[in-house]
């Protein structure tokens, strides 16, 4: 059996087994979800290769009283990055774990949740806090995910899934705007594979990432979020300085899917990020829109249709722009299962001077308790 098919099977095992009844009878609960992508570059780019990822992750979750709960989870990696080996894109085709093989410490919080409030502290994902926009997690490259665009690519102390750092964040609703924000310790070099999340000192002068957003309806089903972001931590610049800071800014429109039935919803987004000395991807726009239940017989199932374009610093090593289009069919098993294949087309990988376009098809493994 091929090392390779080994996460599939635990993950559709895991689907069959039953929950513990422990945790059923004192309130804990098993977590556990599953995102594995196969992918091949069909024409174009550096070569025609295939290439597998996959995020795993598993723990537990329970009460602690008063409207408190905590987590801790564990996550495991691996895999080979396609965009590395043989397009030369900056985003990654196959989501935000395509980093290399690796075990994490990827939670371990405690949340406050209330009707109008929510509140969590610990170690944490930066990258899960913000942006707010729902509809990015129905795409597999990783600039349409719930760590996406060229924010992460700007600043390395946004932590991707599943990297880990303390921090805390929370939003509230003050009327009919959602007010969101925290702070995370954002030193990049403690988020490495080879610290497994397990560096655990408190060091806020090696550097915070805070991030504010406010989030408000807009009418006709809309809902619209302005949100900016600051660094303390040290970057280094394009000619080889090493540099303390940077900030970058977002703004969203967003149609949210309906809770229950057919819905199309959509969105798109403009990020920003001014100082052209540190941030390779200075602007950045994407969009993405999702029909579900187009199908009157297969009502849970949705298809999507997105495109993301990225402007290159021009003190950068890399010029010009690059672009994506994905579009991908997500085929739900059943409430713990999903398949979703894609296609991509990749658009001037690495900017001007870069590889050729390529067109990348895949499927998407999606499983979760």
Same mark, same amino acid.
């Given at each position: 059996?091929?090392p390779?098919?080994l996460?599939?099977?635990?993950?559709?095992?895991a689907?069959?087994?039953p929950?513990?009844?422990l945790?059923?009878?004192?309130?804990?609960?098993a977590?556990?979800?599953?995102?594995?992508?196969?992918?091949?570059?069909?024409?174009? +780019?550096?070569s025609?290769?295939?290439?597998?990822?996959?995020? !795993?992750?598993a723990?537990?979750?329970?009460?602690?009283?008063?409207?408190?709960?905590?987590? #801790?989870?564990?996550?495991?990696?691996?895999?080979?990055?396609?965009?590395?080996?043989a397009?030369?894109?900056v985003?990654?085709?196959?989501?935000?774990?395509?980093?290399?093989?690796?075990?994490?410490?990827?939670?371990?919080?405690?949340?406050?949740?209330?009707?109008?409030?929510?509140?969590?502290?610990g170690?944490?994902? #930066?990258?899960?806090?913000?942006?707010?926009?729902?509809g990015?997690?129905?795409?597999?490259?990783?600039?349409f995910?719930?760590n996406?665009?060229?924010?992460?690519?700007?600043?390395? +102390?946004?932590?991707?899934?599943?990297?880990?750092?303390?921090g805390a964040?929370?939003k509230?609703?003050?009327?009919?705007?959602?007010?969101?924000?925290?702070?995370? !310790?954002?030193?990049p070099?403690?988020?490495?594979?080879?610290?497994?999340g397990?560096?655990?000192?408190?060091?806020?002068?090696?550097?915070?990432?805070?991030?504010g957003?406010?989030?408000a *309806?807009?009418?006709a089903?809309f809902?619209?979020?302005?949100?900016?972001?600051g660094?303390?931590?040290r970057?280094?610049?394009?000619?080889?300085?090493?540099?303390?800071?940077?900030?970058?800014?977002?703004?969203?429109l967003?149609?949210?899917?309906?809770?229950? +039935?057919?819905s199309?919803s959509?969105?798109a987004?403009?990020?920003a990020?001014?100082r052209?000395?540190?941030?390779?991807?200075?602007?950045f726009l994407i969009?993405?829109?999702?029909?579900?239940?187009?199908?009157?017989?297969?009502?849970?199932d949705?298809v999507?249709?997105?495109?993301?374009?990225g402007?290159?610093?021009?003190?950068?090593?890399?010029?010009?722009?690059?672009?994506l289009?994905?579009?991908?069919?997500?085929w739900?098993?059943?409430?713990?299962l999903?398949?979703?294949?894609?296609?991509?087309w990749?658009i001037? *990988?690495?900017?001007? +001077?870069?590889?050729?376009?390529?067109?990348?098809?895949?499927?998407q493994?999606?499983?979760?308790l």
């Open positions: 059996m091929s390779r098919a996460p599939a099977l635990l993950v559709l095992a689907m069959a087994a929950s513990p009844a945790a059923q009878d004192v309130g804990v609960k977590l556990f979800s599953y995102v594995g992508d196969w992918d091949a570059v069909a024409a174009g +780019g550096r025609n290769s295939a290439t597998y990822a996959h995020a !795993l992750a723990g537990f979750t329970g009460p602690i009283g008063g409207g408190w709960s905590w987590t #801790a989870q564990g996550a495991w990696t691996a895999g080979a990055n396609l965009s590395a080996r397009i030369g894109d985003q990654g085709v196959q989501g935000p774990f395509n980093t290399g093989d690796g075990l994490w410490l990827y939670e371990m919080k405690a949340t406050y949740r209330s009707e109008a409030l929510m509140f969590q502290a170690r944490l994902s #930066a990258g899960d806090a913000l942006p707010g926009v729902a990015m997690s129905q795409f597999v490259n990783s600039a995910s719930s996406g665009g060229a924010i992460t690519l700007n600043d390395p +102390g946004r932590a991707a899934t599943p990297a880990a750092t303390w964040w929370g509230a609703q003050a009327g009919p705007v959602e007010l969101r924000g925290g702070a995370f !310790l954002s030193d070099r403690r988020m490495t594979l080879d610290k497994h397990l560096d655990l000192r408190f060091r806020p002068a090696d550097g915070v990432l805070g991030f957003e406010a989030v *309806p807009v009418g089903g809902r619209a979020g302005l949100g900016g972001y660094d303390s931590a970057f280094q610049t394009f000619d080889g300085r090493t540099v303390r800071g940077d900030a970058g800014w977002y703004l969203w967003e149609r949210p899917a309906a809770e229950k +039935g057919e199309l959509g969105f987004m403009l990020q990020a001014p052209r000395d540190r941030n390779l991807e200075p602007l969009g993405g829109v999702t029909w579900q239940g187009f199908n009157p017989a297969r009502p849970s949705s999507s249709l997105g495109a993301t374009t402007e290159f610093s021009g003190r950068s090593p890399l010029r010009g722009h690059e672009s289009i994905e579009a991908n069919y997500r739900a098993v059943n409430e713990h999903g398949l979703r294949p894609d296609v991509q990749v001037s *990988p690495g900017g001007k +001077g870069g590889g050729r376009d390529a067109l990348v098809v895949g499927v493994l999606e499983a979760g």
